[in-house]
């Protein structure tokens, strides 16, 4: 593959130029762009059917902070007065999950196994993994 030129041009060089915001945007030609769209459909195609049904790409370490452990023990215990008191089970999950704010986050969350229908909190952020067809 042949390589592709980057065109770093602001905003009044558009057509038609955006006048009142000034910034810049880099641009390829469209024959580079097509090209580029093909190689990465078939990239993310080859990646996603490397990875089977179930299951997800994931860091091999996660660090932890203490806030995060709070947060799997607010999941995981049972609320007793003096703390979380006896743990319970927990379920362990990676895909997306909607904030209090409606936005969508993809990482690793986790649920009481006991109320998996109320929902998680979020462990770790994780970049969204491609799907078969090139599709995030």
């Known amino acids: 593959m042949k390589e592709v ?3 770093t041009i602001v905003s009044d060089q558009l057509s038609p130029p955006i006048t009142g915001e000034s910034f810049c945007t880099d641009m ?6 097509a090209e580029l769209e093909a190689k990465y459909a078939a990239l993310s195609a080859v990646r996603a059917s490397a990875i089977p049904d179930g ?3 994931v860091p091999q370490q996660i660090f932890l902070e203490p ?3 709070e947060l799997i023990c607010s999941q995981c215990g049972d ?3 003096s703390g979380y008191g006896d743990f319970t089970d927990g379920l362990l999950w990676v ?3 909607q904030r ?3 936005s969508i986050v993809h990482g690793l969350h986790i649920s009481s196994a006991d109320y998996t229908e109320e929902g998680g909190v979020t462990v770790c952020e994780l970049a969204a993994q491609p799907r078969k067809g ?3």
């Open 79 to 81: 609320g007793h007065e």
């Open 134 to 136: 090139g599709a995030v």
């Open 55 to 57: 299951y997800a790409l």
């Open 5 to 7: 030129k980057i065109y």
């Open 100 to 102: 209090d704010d409606g």
């Open 28 to 33: 390829v030609r469209h024959s580079d762009y």
């Open 95 to 97: 895909g997306n999950i």
């Open 67 to 69: 806030s995060d452990i």
